[in-house]
Each structure stands twice: as structure tokens, then as C-alpha cells.
């Protein structure tokens, strides 16, 4: 204790000085999102790097579970490229206006707040920022900042995430938010509560999205509860991708999204 003092006190200058250059920095970011995003995607691409190496010896250790998995996603790729069909246990889904891109999962988080994904693929793989990402399980999240390597994706475990989903059995359209706590469960809040749905009915995206396809099977309803104050459901909804257990996804971007985009557009600038 004696030392640390000791040490402060001839270095408080110095320490001084560091603490505010630091808090300068940090009111820099947060004011402008130009200088901001520049640090961001600055420290993806290093970060990136470093994850690459750490997870490395876990990639070796796991070779036998990750050929299990891509042995079986190529026998899914192949009936569908076959038989031109879908596939009810998978996000394989027959669809021309979306591309595909595998990606592998670097660095991940489960227990924050705002949790994000880092993805060995970036601008030289033609990833750019507001692709999906998806598994052969559901729904993962949106790509937020890209270096040329690498991508970091906002989790569907994040606080600005709102996914446009159906319930399946009678599409009725739903926005699928985490409340924290709990990386299993989402949650949705604006289901009339005069709708039929019941335990275990399943959740998918809806086609409102210029991100995901139609269909991408995300869970199945855990709990039910009324809240008669404003007239609809509290839902709560188990996800069937284990966040925890990440490993490879798809990276998913609509052929089409700009189209629509600039057609709606259109129609708000002459309202």
C-alpha cells in the first residue's frame, strides 16, 4: 500500500494528465458518430485479429463437431440445390433474392447489456454493414461495423434489436425485443391480447424485413401474460439458438432490399 502511494504521489502529473486525455476521448466519441465509427471500425480490425488467434487451439479442439455440422449443412445444400425445396428443421430457405455467406464466430458475448459478435469475414468477403446474420437455428443479429477482414454484428441479446416476426400458426405480426438477463428468452409485447396462442406455438421472421427472409424460424412461445392495462400479450419466447454455443452462421444480404428501398422512399418525400 505504502508502494502504491508512493508511486501515485510521484506520478500524479502524469496520472492526472491520463485521466483527463481519457475523458476527453470518451466525450469526443459520444458527441460525433463521424469519429466514433472511425474508432470502431479502427479497433475491429485489430481486435479481429486477436480473436482469431485465441480461438484457434478451441477450433482444433472442436474439429470433430464442426465437421459433424458442415457435413451435415452440405448435405442440406445439395438436396436443395436438387430438389429446389425448403427445409422445416433449417434457415435454408429457397429463396433468389437472398446471398449467403459463411461466416465463423470469433468473439462473442452473452452476459452484457448490449452484447455483439465478431465474424472472421469482412469488405474484401463483399460484407457491409446492415447484413443479417443467421444460423441453421434462427435468427442472430445485424451487422454493425466492417474492416476489411472482419465484422462485428449487434446480437439479438442487445438493447436497440427489434426483429419483425409472425407467429406461425396464424401470422400475426409481432416486434421481437431482449429485456435482459436471460440470453434463452426474448420477448414480445404488441400481440392483441384476442388473439388464440398458447405454449409452445412457434415464432418466425415475418416478410415486413428487408434484412431476413420470410420463415426463419426463431422459437417457440414459453409464457403467456395479460396485461390489462393496454390490452395485449407479454410473451415470452425460448430461443432455439444457444447464443452461448455460437460457432459458424450464415451472413445473409437481400438482392433486392435496395430496390424497395428507394421505392418507399419515394413515397415519404412526396407525403
Request: hydrophobic content about 40%.
Amino acid at each position: 500500500m505504502y508502494n502504491l502511494l508512493r508511486f501515485i504521489k510521484i506520478n500524479h502529473f502524469l496520472l492526472l494528465f491520463l485521466l483527463i486525455e481519457g475523458f476527453s476521448v470518451f466525450l469526443l466519441l459520444k458527441n460525433n458518430s463521424y469519429q466514433a465509427n472511425k474508432a470502431i471500425n479502427f479497433s475491429t480490425q485489430y481486435t479481429g485479429l486477436v480473436y482469431k488467434y485465441t480461438t484457434s487451439f478451441s477450433n482444433y479442439v472442436a474439429l470433430k463437431e464442426t465437421n459433424e455440422f458442415l457435413v451435415s449443412e452440405n448435405a442440406k445444400l445439395h438436396s436443395l440445390l436438387k430438389n429446389e425445396s425448403e427445409f422445416t428443421d433449417s434457415t435454408l430457405i429457397k429463396s433468389k433474392h437472398f446471398n449467403y455467406y459463411p461466416a465463423k464466430v470469433i468473439n462473442s458475448s452473452v452476459s452484457k447489456r448490449n452484447n455483439f459478435i465478431t465474424l472472421n469475414k469482412g469488405l474484401k468477403h463483399g460484407i457491409t454493414t446492415g447484413m443479417g446474420v443467421i444460423t441453421n437455428q434462427g435468427v442472430v443479429g445485424v451487422i454493425h461495423s466492417v474492416s476489411k477482414n472482419y465484422a462485428i454484428a449487434i446480437s439479438l441479446l442487445h438493447r436497440k434489436s427489434a426483429i419483425g416476426i409472425q407467429l406461425n400458426k396464424n401470422n400475426h405480426n409481432g416486434i421481437l425485443k431482449w429485456k435482459g438477463f436471460d440470453y434463452k428468452t426474448v420477448n414480445i409485447n404488441d400481440f392483441p391480447n384476442h388473439i388464440p396462442i398458447k405454449i409452445s406455438d412457434t415464432i418466425s421472421t415475418n416478410s415486413h424485413s428487408i434484412i431476413f427472409p420470410e420463415g426463419v424460424n426463431i422459437g417457440a412461445v414459453k409464457s403467456i401474460q395479460k396485461n390489462k392495462d393496454d390490452g395485449f400479450y407479454d410473451v415470452s419466447v425460448k430461443l432455439f439458438e444457444d447464443f452461448n454455443q455460437l460457432n459458424y452462421v450464415y451472413i445473409i444480404h437481400s438482392q433486392a432490399a435496395e430496390e424497395q428501398l428507394m421505392l418507399e422512399k419515394t413515397i415519404k418525400e412526396n407525403e
